[in-house]
């Protein structure tokens, strides 16, 4: 073979491999540009969700400290309608977190207010302070989304039965 083509070959092998490094490099940057970018939505769901789920838990809060004994009367169809309403939007917030963890607390939590708002409700004190360990629980939680923190474990032990599948 002659000096010139063997050059030539290598020339052109040269620019092939520049060109597949080069193309390589731009769709794994762009691989790379899209995963960050989901990961940055995904987070901004979770710490929008995690503000609405704080604002939400001191409604509740306060909501379950007005409760209302009498059942026939009106307050009481507003109390229990405000309580509906608060709890539906706790589960819509559940939807927007992408750790299962708190994905699961949040809608635990929701089945738990869910469960009978209303025969709770002629219950005196262990409503109360069961509600309000609930929404402090879910403060705890949606403060370490905020700071990126694990999932604190310990929250489990206050409720048996409730932790999701390992």
Known sequence: MQAET????????????????S???????????AHEAERTHLLGLSEAAANEVIRLSYELQD??????????????????????????????????????????????THA????DPESLAEE????????RTLCSDLRTVMGTVLRRQRFPRAIWSSYPGASPPS
């Open 6 to 21: 063997l050059a030539g070959l290598m020339g052109l092998a040269g620019a092939v491999v520049g060109a597949a490094v």
């Open 23 to 33: 193309t390589g490099a731009v769709i794994w940057q762009q691989r790379k540009t």
């Open 63 to 108: 909501h379950f400290a007005e409760i209302v004994t009498e059942r026939n009367n009106s307050a009481h169809w507003n109390w229990a309608s405000r309580v509906q309403e608060l709890n539906r939007s706790l589960e819509q917030q559940a939807l927007r977190f992408a750790d299962p963890q708190v994905r699961h607390l949040v809608e635990w």
């Open 112 to 115: 738990e207010i869910l469960r």
């Open 124 to 131: 005196q004190e262990w409503p109360t302070a069961r509600y």
